[in-house]
């Protein structure tokens, strides 16, 4: 029923008028919108552009006074329904439109009608078009404010009244026409119910509801063939069935607030009650059966598969609500769950049918296959959604024969009955242990399916089947050991599926990060014993005295609970998403404000969650503008919290790796760098300062160093120079001679990326080089990465050269610069190659200059360095004497006589 308004993406608007002025001083959106003229605001918007010149009169004056044709009436009513899905501006203003809903609904939705006196009659006005009760549907849909309009000020009740009751055979209309205006009469009623309105009217409808709800049951008998349009109506009849039993199902709720709540606001108690919908249990428990017991027949079979769904989810409604009412019966809810189970539920599960359709998730996935997703991109930017009928007919999820509804709703309702009824969970064990169930999540996991409004609404339903196959598994994994054999499968399904949900999806997102994603349970690593350990064992830190990794992970293990805890306090500034999701799906109708989602702008989490908390804290420290500042005293429970998102950081680089391939390491980096940042101490903290260590370690592992490009800026970052800039100003400020940090200072000064970095240090920071003492053997970086290939930089080499000559530069202080310097100087002054005369001039000053040294150590270091050597004291290795090329060189320039290597 939720669906995402058909929001263009945002554009940024041009903000140049605005720079330098003050906040106060600066236009609002609103008055930049007024500004621009109608073309402009139709090429981005073309809705928006429509409404801006006035496009609703001119229609309501076609309908009104032109009364054109069939055709065209029916492409108004169209487009008004696509301005209904714009957004709840859009519809609020279609209501608005003095006259348009009360021409609309007076003249397509009228109380009575003279029978249509050919199949295509040749007007419109004074017959009943299904179209216009869809467009009050969609008005409905966006609000339950334009739901209480359209029943009350426009005469709503009074049509639903009127095509609920009768039946579409006797409406003296063409048949698929009769059959099209009550299914849309229904789902208008269900819209209406999904607020908790309208309920008077269920109670005053319901002999004829139950009439049309018993009469389901022929269709699943019938042995003649049915078509689908002739299924609408039940479906349509049980989702509002099911609107209303979670309406009466808050009643008691209601009811207890409004008495406790002296005087504070709350919605008032709903006219239904429970009483008023348990006899529709027993109807719908039979016609359920009968579907199930039709997949047998091969004529009854697809009537079946397209009902059950219907049937499975209103049984869900009524355990969720039944167990919450103060007339509960637990032994004998139970038993009914007991019977429900082995009657139904079980054969379904086992069916052939069912194996049918759970062979068909890996193939129709849109998560699996990107070439589905990347198809559903929008046509035209300005107009989303303007081809979704091609995907509906084109796409094998979308359509009647989609593998999604009936495995989404059976999972609803065994994560609601094995809630209540806990000695069933294991019996359920073979819907997830199936090979096609197992091989469809196996390609779920590094899948990164693009969404766009075409493919969104179904991405939301497969997000959906994933989310209750996960919870599921977890409640399986505890007691059943073939499912715990894939325990891991299903924890990285979830992180996958974590940073998947989109807006509207909260409530699923809180609940995998409370139950699933940080459970133990799920993570049987931790517990599996020595060869995992002894593997862990060989990634310890070259520091004996820190804890191995193992070591680390075994606490992080530990703290899973309040890393969890940790994660979810810094995702509170969602509360009001969550509880507006959880109402969506949890069905507290009366709490619903509208079934049109927040506008779809990407996942409802970024892709880089693991690392929140630290971002926070940074932002909270008021440093995401430039860095560089020295915080005295963090915010309590920063040092613990920080701690909590480096364990969880650990487990995910450790055992789910590919949780983490949508960040790249540049990201990665950035993200890492906040711990030095946020405070003058916090990267001091030993339990901050061992992971940390740990972290980037394996961000410096070979293959994650060729993956890491300096040179693309960082999500949210302008350059990677910019916050590298501000961990300069950082480390001069507070580093006082970290290893850890230094080695963070060290990482972008090789060679491969930009020059720029080096400058800086040896330009404007050369007095870090005092504390930059980060020993050679503690550098996980191969030294060669600094020094090859040979620098080019002319200005850089003769900073170089100045910090070494002035003592700036000493292997005591830098031994890693040191060696650089000095193996880039030694590679520039007696090089052979042709360059250009300045440099040609500039290498052989470096050359006569170095001759002339009084300082003999450095002097001999230029002269006999040989290669880079990480591990020996030095960090490099010398000739004995200069080699014979070098003293040919040096004799040329210099002008004496050196023989025999020796001066």
Not at 112 to 128: F, N
Not at 202 to 212: C, E, F
Not at 425 to 438: A, C, E, G, T, W
Not at 511 to 526: A, D, N, R
């Amino acid at each position: 029923m939720a669906t995402f308004p058909l929001l263009p993406t945002a554009q940024e608007d041009e903000d140049e008028d605005d720079e330098g002025l003050d906040e106060t001083m600066k236009e609002t959106t609103k008055e930049k919108e007024e500004k621009k003229t109608d073309h402009d605001v139709a090429r981005q918007d073309v809705v928006k552009g429509f409404l801006k010149m006035q496009g609703l009169p001119r229609l309501r004056y076609i309908l009104e006074v032109v009364r054109p044709s069939p055709r065209v009436v029916l492409d108004i009513l169209e487009v008004l329904i696509r301005i209904a899905r714009h957004s709840t501006a859009a519809a609020t203003q279609i209501l608005d439109c003095p006259r348009l809903m009360n021409t609309v609904i007076a003249e397509f939705l009228p109380c009575s009608w003279a029978p249509a006196t050919s199949q295509a009659p040749s007007s419109l006005y004074g017959l009943p078009v299904a179209l216009a009760m869809k467009l009050l549907r969609v008005l409905a849909s966006a609000g339950r404010h334009a739901c209480a309009r359209i029943l009350n000020s426009l005469g709503g009740k009074e049509v639903l009244s009127r095509f609920v009751v009768v039946e579409p055979s006797e409406m003296l209309l063409e048949a698929g026409e009769a059959l099209r205006c009550s299914t849309e009469a229904l789902r208008l009623f269900a819209v209406a119910a999904s607020y908790g309105q309208a309920c008077n009217l269920y109670t005053d409808l319901y002999p004829v509801l139950v009439k049309r709800l018993q009469a389901g049951n022929w269709w699943c008998a019938s042995s003649e063939a049915v078509l689908p349009l002739e299924l609408d109506p039940i479906r349509a009849l049980l989702v509002l069935l099911t609107q209303v039993t979670q309406t009466a199902g808050c009643h008691e709720e209601l009811q207890r607030d409004l008495v406790s709540a002296q005087g504070a606001e709350c919605p008032p108690p709903p006219p239904v009650v429970w009483s008023h919908v348990t006899g529709l249990q027993p109807t719908v428990i039979s016609s359920l059966k009968g579907c199930v017991r039709a997949l047998d027949g091969p004529a009854q079979m697809s009537s079946a598969l397209i009902l059950l769904p219907s049937y499975l989810l209103y049984m869900e409604a009524y355990y969720s609500q039944l167990c919450v009412q103060s007339s509960f019966q637990p032994v004998q809810c139970l038993q009914e769950l007991e019977s429900l189970t082995s009657d139904v539920l079980l054969p379904l599960i086992s069916h052939q049918a069912m194996q049918n359709i759970t062979s068909c998730f890996r193939s129709s996935s849109m998560i699996c296959n990107p070439r589905l997703s990347a198809a559903g991109g929008d046509v035209v930017s300005s107009l989303p959604g303007l081809d979704c009928s091609r995907m509906k007919t084109t796409s094998t999820i979308a359509g009647l024969n989609s593998p999604l509804p009936l495995p989404t709703a059976l999972l609803y309702l065994l994560n609601t009955i094995t809630s209540i009824h806990k000695g069933l969970i294991k019996k359920f064990s073979p819907l997830i242990l199936s090979d096609s169930v197992l091989s469809y999540l196996r390609s779920c996991i590094g899948a990164m399916p693009s969404v766009s409004h075409m493919s969104a609404w179904i991405l939301c339903h497969e997000h959906h089947l994933l989310y209750l196959l996960l919870r599921l598994a977890h409640k399986l994994v505890s007691v059943d050991p073939e499912v715990a054999k894939h325990a891991t499968l299903f924890h990285q399904v979830s992180l996958a599926l974590v940073s998947w949900l989109l807006p509207g999806s909260e409530y699923q997102a809180h609940e995998l990060m409370s139950v699933v994603t940080f459970s133990h349970s799920l993570l049987p690593e931790g517990v599996c014993g020595e060869p995992e350990m002894a593997a862990l064992a060989e990634l310890q830190l070259k520091d004996r005295t820190s804890p191995t990794v193992g070591a680390l992970l075994r606490d992080a293990l530990h703290h899973l609970p309040s890393i969890r805890g940790c994660y979810l306090t810094h995702l509170a500034h969602m509360e009001s998403s969550v509880l507006s999701s959880r109402d969506r799906y949890l069905g507290r109708t009366p709490f619903v404000s509208s079934h049109l989602l927040p506008e779809l702008t990407g996942p409802s989490l970024p892709s880089d969650w693991p690392f929140l908390p630290l971002i926070s804290l940074y932002e909270r420290m008021g440093l995401s503008a430039g860095g560089g500042h020295q915080v005295e005293s963090l915010p309590a429970g920063s040092v613990q919290s920080v701690t909590n998102c480096l364990q969880w950081l650990l487990v995910l680089e450790s055992w789910r790796e590919q949780a983490l391939t949508a960040v790249p390491p540049v990201a990665k980096l950035a993200r890492l760098a906040c711990v030095f940042l946020c405070s003058s101490d916090l990267f001091l903290e030993r339990p901050v300062q061992e992971l940390t260590w740990v972290l980037f370690r394996r961000l410096t592992r070979p293959a994650q160093l060729e993956a890491l490009d300096l040179g693309s800026p960082p999500p949210g970052l302008a350059s990677f120079h910019d916050l590298y800039s501000a961990l300069l100003a950082q480390y001069e400020a507070v580093s006082f001679g970290d290893p850890l940090f230094g080695c963070f200072m060290l990482l972008p000064l090789q060679r491969c990326y930009s020059v720029t970095m080096r400058l800086a240090v040896f330009g404007e920071h050369v007095g870090m080089l005092r504390s930059l003492g980060v020993p050679l053997q503690q550098l996980p970086i191969p030294l060669e990465k600094f020094t090859s290939p040979m620098e080019d930089s002319l200005p850089l080499l003769r900073l170089y050269f100045r910090a070494l000559v002035t003592g700036a530069l000493k292997r005591s202080w830098c031994p890693v610069l040191y060696v650089v310097a000095v193996a880039h100087l030694n590679a520039f002054i007696f090089s052979q190659d042709a360059v250009a005369e300045e440099v040609e001039a500039a290498c052989r000053s470096l050359l006569r200059k170095t001759y002339y040294l009084t300082d003999e150590v450095l002097k001999n270091h230029l002269l006999l360095f040989q290669l880079p050597q990480q591990n020996s004291e030095l960090g490099f290795s010398t000739y004995e004497q200069l080699p014979p090329i070098r003293a040919r060189r040096l004799e040329s320039i210099v002008g004496t006589e050196v023989k025999g290597g020796e001066k």
